[in-house]
């Protein structure tokens, strides 16, 4: 495969496109171009810093180095996530658990069944997207529980009032905030390669492999980011809807 | 919200009237546990209700609440929700019977009834339970004046009918008079009045 080599004058060409972007905000009265030029800023910090650290990770190829990484991905994932769930009282445990697992669940399949071997050029790159899908999906996840607990308060207590458990109450709730998680990600696999081409694919066919290679390592990633993301959305949504309830399956008072 | 509040309430059926905010409903909870009060007790036949099984209480002390709350599905599998959480068959024809409906209704879909009738589901499934006491938070409140005075006739109907006793909340003398053996009133959190007795 012939590596290819991106120079900075490249990447600066690029910011072309980014004054399209800032152009239209502009002309269209937006207001987003203060976001772009974060976004842009950011992008290019955390980017070219992650850039460095996996360097340094590929070159001592050490798993431990590799297990602190994705570590801290999960640990700043939960962080991420939990903006998004303001509504679901301490949200912070069952996403870092629900990350924490979703991560070691699909990574240790993965590894178990063959299909990658534990070095750290795969464990990085598809722990991160393990671990950024998982976040989007629990993050989304929570987020409906949150709204929808507030909504359904009535029926969660009518249902309470006839005996039943927190779980048997909530149970339509858990439901609908698992299939807002999961719904995003399996419909864009449903349209991968009709409607848009995912990054892995792309990536691979830029950097010159050959087409059937990178459609099953996208096929790979896509089946493994589906366990994932199902794995996360349901551990932090078990996880997280006790914190509505109190040891004697009472819905607590929600914040207004 | 709740202060000062000290009363007994025998068998029979008793009302808790009072104005909007004066903490009717806040008060029927405490009965079933949907809520624990800060201080104070609350007893349910001279032992306190934090000592019972609260679920086991929840069914022997039903709650309907003001307003219909169904789960998706036929009237039937409503009427026999809570029984199946017990893990225990219930008579839905009879439940239905009691709470004024008739047995076609069990295979209607929930959604699909008038206010009235899915305050009288609501009824059923908690009739359904077999429970010893039962709560009804302004059974009537939301329904209009034909469906109010059906729902009253059968609720004393039910008192003919059961050894059950009701605790409802309203905010209307007049139906207080007409359904309960006593009243209490209360009046922003405290007790105004009673527990008084309804001459008949």
Same mark, same amino acid.
């Given at each position: ?256 | ?41 609350? @007893?349910?036949? /001279?032992? $306190?209700?934090?000592?019972? !099984?609260?679920? =086991?209480? #929840?069914?022997? *002390? +039903? ?33 239905? @019977?009691?709470? /004024?409906? $008739?047995?076609?209704?069990? !295979?209607?879909? =929930?959604? #699909?009834?008038? *206010? +009235? ?51 409802? *909340? ?31």
């Amino acid at each position: 495969m012939a590596a290819i080599h991106i120079t900075v004058g490249q990447v600066a060409a690029t910011l072309a496109l980014v004054a399209v972007a800032v152009a239209v905000s502009a002309w269209q009265r937006a207001g987003l171009e203060r976001d772009i030029g974060i976004a842009v800023v950011r992008s290019f910090i955390q980017l070219t810093a992650i850039g460095y650290v996996i360097d340094v990770i590929f070159e001592q190829d050490n798993l431990w180095f590799v297990a602190a990484l994705l570590a801290a991905m999960v640990l700043f994932g939960a962080f991420t996530a939990r903006s998004r769930a303001r509504k679901v009282p301490g949200a912070f445990w069952p996403l870092l658990i629900a990350l924490a697992v979703a991560g070691a669940t699909t990574l240790g399949l993965v590894l178990a069944l063959g299909v990658f071997d534990p070095e750290a050029r795969y464990l990085v790159p598809v722990g991160g997207m393990v671990i950024g899908n998982a976040m989007t999906a629990a993050a989304v996840a929570l987020n409906r529980l949150g709204d929808d607990v507030a909504d359904s308060a009535n029926e969660i207590e009518a249902t309470l009032a006839l005996g039943a458990t927190s779980a048997q109450a909530i149970r339509p709730v858990v439901r609908r905030s698992l299939r807002s998680g999961m719904i995003p990600l399996i419909d864009s696999t449903k349209t991968t390669g009709l409607i848009f081409f995912p990054g892995t694919m792309v990536g691979m066919l830029l950097a010159g492999a050959a087409p059937v290679d990178a459609v099953r390592l996208q096929l790979v990633l896509l089946y493994v980011l589906l366990g994932s993301v199902s794995v996360g959305a349901l551990t932090s949504v078990l996880l997280a809807y006790r914190n509505f309830f109190t040891r004697a399956q009472q819905l607590r008072e929600l914040p207004a | 919200m709740l202060e000062e509040l000290t009363f007994g309430i025998s068998e029979g059926t008793t009302c808790i009237a009072g104005p909007s905010g004066a903490g009717k409903s806040t008060l029927l909870r405490l009965f079933n546990r949907l809520s624990d009060p800060a201080g104070g007790t609350v @007893r349910y036949r /001279g032992r $306190d209700v934090r000592d019972y !099984d609260v679920l =086991a209480l #929840r069914r022997e *002390v +039903g709650l309907v609440p003001q307003l219909p709350a169904l789960l998706n599905g036929t009237v039937e599998m409503n009427v026999s929700f809570g029984a199946r959480l017990a893990g225990e068959a219930a008579d839905v024809a009879t439940a239905l @019977r009691l709470a /004024g409906l $008739d047995e076609t209704f069990a !295979d209607r879909p =929930a959604g #699909r009834l008038s *206010v +009235g009738e899915q305050q009288r589901v609501m009824l059923a499934r908690a009739l359904a339970l077999q429970p010893k006491v039962l709560l009804l938070d302004e059974p009537t409140a939301a329904l209009d004046e034909r469906s109010k005075a059906a729902v009253e006739r059968t609720l004393l109907d039910l008192r003919e009918r059961l050894s059950l006793s009701v605790v409802f *909340v309203t905010h209307e003398l007049a139906q207080a008079e007409r359904l309960a053996d006593r009243i209490v009133w209360l009046e922003r959190g405290r007790l105004s009045r009673g527990p008084a007795t309804v001459p008949s």
